[in-house]
């Protein structure tokens, strides 16, 4: 389950992809996936810093600040390179790409919150 914030994000993207605008569901996911580390890193990093101090523009960056686990931090920066190579013309299939990348920012987003839902 999608935590409740990115609902429209991802609902948004769905729309995208059944319309063949793979690129904006992409962008759409990536989004969700900023919002949400960007709103982690203010919660649990940066709690005592006013929150226009506390954003992050980098994605890169706001994955190495927030996540301490190795093989999830490994997996956000594969997923970041993928979306990122995504916007490049030469991928062949947008379609499966943008499936692959669909399903694997929820397993991330869904991997994240358990070990922040710990803490």
């Known amino acids: 389950m999608v935590p409740k914030q990115l609902n429209s994000y991802f609902g948004e993207a769905r729309s995208c992809y059944a319309l063949t605008k793979y690129l904006a569901a992409i962008v759409l ?11 982690i890193y203010y919660k649990n990093i940066t709690s005592n810093m006013p929150r226009s101090e506390a954003k992050m523009d980098s994605l890169c960056d706001l994955i190495d600040e927030t996540i301490d686990d190795r093989e ?7 997923l ?16 499966a790409g943008t499936i692959d990348i669909y399903r694997e920012t929820i397993i991330c987003l869904h991997l994240v919150d358990e070990v922040f839902s710990k803490r």
């Open 29 to 39: 996911c990536r989004t969700a996936l900023q919002i949400f580390l960007n709103d």
């Open 80 to 95: 970041r390179r993928a979306m990122n190579e995504f916007v490049h013309p030469n991928v062949h299939n947008q379609k």
């Open 72 to 78: 999830l931090k490994a997996r956000l920066h594969k």
